[in-house]
């Protein structure tokens, strides 16, 4: 089990209005991390209950012990983040869940992110040492666009879209993803952020065979697999078996058992 850390914060910023990027050292986490873990952060005073909230990390930086993650300001506990202060000690347990797969055997790699669900993707971009990598990221519009200088940094080809059209192609970012999956053989995508959007990555992603993870947003108790407050229904089949639809159901945790799960796994629950 993680232990919980109390951690100093480096740096905490709104880069666009409500969404900030926290930065806090922690020796633990930074040497531990796997791309698609996420921290959870008690975000209240003293002996106040409220609940932990679940964070994807963002980036490490293993020379300097510094952990990053990017949040929404969204409710009580995302709000009592933001008010968060360099020096100010942050109260947290990680890196927890299930990271994404990542093989030598995949040289070239698709992520797809909408929203909040961009910042995991990012850490794995900059983690992976495979030959090709191609992100398309969706805004809402460009009042929400973030980390572009990043994703540039760590893609080789970037695809942004914006559902008004406020920067770059107007629509969601699956036209973007079926278009670019049309014309490029990718060994594997990721995915994460709006569940619509992932259900089209999936489903376009096996019709060209090509493997897909997911990582699910789910609301969250306890966070390390003990209180079942994050349960979902997966089906159990391996990649060859995926048109078998006699196999059983299982309950999973998305905190422990994901949040990354095959794509084949979740779409076969949402569709149920
Ligand atoms: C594994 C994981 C990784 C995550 N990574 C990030 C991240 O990198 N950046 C980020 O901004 N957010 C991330 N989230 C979502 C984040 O945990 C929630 O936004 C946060 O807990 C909201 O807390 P709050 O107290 O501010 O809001 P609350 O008052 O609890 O809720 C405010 C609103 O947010 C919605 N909400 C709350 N929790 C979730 C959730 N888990 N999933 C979907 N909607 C939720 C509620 O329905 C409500 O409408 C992640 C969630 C999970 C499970
Ligand atoms: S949040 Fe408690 S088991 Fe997942």
Request: glycine share 8%; aromatic share 12%; net charge neutral.
């Amino acid at each position: 089990m993680q232990p919980v850390l109390f951690e100093k914060i480096v740096h905490n910023e709104e880069l666009v209005p409500s969404i900030f990027k926290l930065v806090f050292k922690s020796e633990y986490i930074a040497q531990n991390a796997k791309p698609g873990q996420f921290v959870n952060i008690k975000c209240c005073e003293g002996i106040n209950t409220i609940l932990r909230r679940p964070i994807s990390i963002c980036d490490v930086d293993r020379d300097n012990n510094y952990v990053t993650i990017v949040y929404q300001k969204r409710g009580k506990g995302t709000e009592y983040l933001s008010r968060a202060r360099e020096g100010d000690t942050l109260n947290v347990i990680g890196p927890l869940g299930r990271s994404f797969e990542m093989s030598d055997r995949y040289k070239n790699i698709a992520v797809v992110g909408g929203g909040i669900g961009i910042f995991p993707l990012l850490f794995l971009l900059k983690e992976s040492k495979t030959m090709k990598k191609t992100a398309f990221i969706g805004f809402r519009n460009k009042e929400n666009y973030v980390l572009i200088d990043e994703f540039e940094r760590y893609a080789n080809d970037l695809f942004i879209s914006t559902d008004d059209g406020s920067f770059g192609y107007k629509g969601f970012i699956t036209d973007l993803f079926e278009n670019g999956i049309a014309n490029e053989k990718f060994d594997i995508i990721y995915t994460c952020g709006p569940e619509a959007m992932m259900e089209k990555v999936v489903k376009a992603s096996y019709q060209a065979g090509i493997p897909c993870q997911v990582s699910l947003e789910q609301r969250m108790g306890c966070g390390i697999g003990a209180c079942l407050a994050c349960v979902c229904r997966i089906k159990i089949i391996s990649e060859s078996e995926k048109e078998n639809s006699n196999k059983s159901w299982h309950y999973k945790r998305v905190c422990k058992d994901g949040p990354v799960f095959w794509g084949h796994e979740w779409y076969e629950w949402g569709q149920a």
